[in-house]
């Protein structure tokens, strides 16, 4: 009897809570759940903790639980307000947009940073169907994680037929160096032999050893990126 009672409860906090939740969610805006920004990730985390163990513990008072939820709702807007108004405050609880790629070159110093291999970024790349990093000219890593790419003008998307003409095979580079080492399977299946390899970066001046990433299509299209490498950025800010 007394279990079937808990259960009672579990059903009835389960019915009272989940509408509770979601008009507390519809209150705080698309923005808690679009984007998820930093504080808006962490709202939403304790709210789910507060709803999950109201459910699963009967023991558990039922009001302040739903008091929780209707506060935690409102500290989100008055927070979503004041990120507006005052654009200190908004920085001071974000992440700020950093810049990962300028001009088709990594900024390895920002990858480092931020604890972001050169895999992540390449994946992120190929997710917004860019397998080239000589083809970006900008990309930013904003403040909820995702990557915002401005490509070069020279490879900016015109359809074949706009133009007239027939499609082609999209190029891809591949990585022949990565933190300083040697890629020998890429190599091999570019049919770029070592020598080759080396002869571009003896005629670049640069060693192995200081190669962030090197990627190409073939070795003549070889694009570089130092590891310590100085570059003016852009002020990309909030």
Same mark, same amino acid.
């Given at each position: 009897m007394h279990l079937l009672k808990d259960f009672g409860i579990v059903a009835l906090r389960s019915v009272t809570l989940f509408p509770l939740l979601l008009a507390t969610t519809l209150f705080m805006g698309r923005r808690s759940i679009g984007e998820l920004p930093v504080f808006d990730f962490l709202i939403i985390l304790s709210l789910g903790s507060i709803v999950g163990a109201d459910i699963a513990d009967p023991d558990i008072r039922h009001l302040p639980t739903a008091f929780a939820i209707v506060f935690i709702g409102l500290l989100q807007k008055t927070v979503a307000i004041l990120v507006i108004r005052y654009r200190k405050f908004g920085r001071l609880i974000t992440f700020e947009p950093t810049v990962m790629i300028y001009k088709g070159k990594l900024v390895a110093k920002h990858l480092r940073?931020?604890?972001?291999?050169?895999?992540?970024?390449?994946?992120?790349?190929?997710?917004?169907?860019?397998?080239?990093?000589? @083809?970006?000219?900008?990309?930013?890593?904003?403040?909820? #994680?995702?990557?915002?790419?401005?490509?070069? #003008?020279?490879?900016?998307?015109?359809?074949?037929?706009?133009? #007239?003409?027939?499609?082609?095979?999209?190029?891809?580079?591949?990585?022949? &160096?990565?933190? #300083?080492?040697?890629?020998?399977?890429?190599?091999?299946?570019?049919? &770029?032999?070592?020598?080759?390899?080396?002869?571009?970066?003896?005629?670049?001046?640069?060693?192995?050893?200081?190669?962030?990433?090197?990627?190409?299509?073939? &070795? @003549?299209?070889?694009?570089?990126?130092?590891?310590?490498?100085?570059?003016?950025?852009?002020?990309?800010?909030?």
């Open positions: 940073k931020y604890k972001y291999s050169i895999d992540n970024i390449l994946q992120m790349l190929r997710e917004q169907e860019i397998f080239d990093v000589a @083809s970006v000219h900008l990309a930013v890593l904003e403040a909820n #994680g995702k990557l915002s790419v401005l490509k070069t #003008g020279s490879t900016m998307p015109v359809t074949a037929p706009q133009l #007239g003409l027939a499609p082609q095979q999209p190029e891809t580079a591949y990585p022949v &160096i990565i933190e #300083g080492k040697l890629q020998y399977d890429t190599l091999q299946q570019l049919h &770029i032999s070592e020598q080759q390899l080396y002869e571009q970066l003896r005629q670049r001046g640069v060693l192995a050893q200081d190669v962030f990433l090197a990627v190409c299509q073939d &070795i @003549s299209s070889l694009n570089i990126t130092l590891c310590e490498e100085s570059v003016e950025l852009p002020p990309v800010k909030h």
